[in-house]
């Protein structure tokens, strides 16, 4: 898989926290998409997701592939 798209929420939220805690998607990185910008930006845990959002497609959470 090379990238997965969610839509936002407190259950995605536990889910993916959990998948990383325990190491599931350490070839994973998370990021959101910047609309106005059109670029990607990283969220380094799930926590920082409680902060200010990008828009106008801020309800995305993506996963992307490390290389």
Known sequence: MRVALFLDGTRVREALEDAFTRGALA????AIFDGDQARLVDVPTIAALEGPRPSPLNHFVILHRRD
């Open 27 to 30: 070839a994973y990185a998370l």
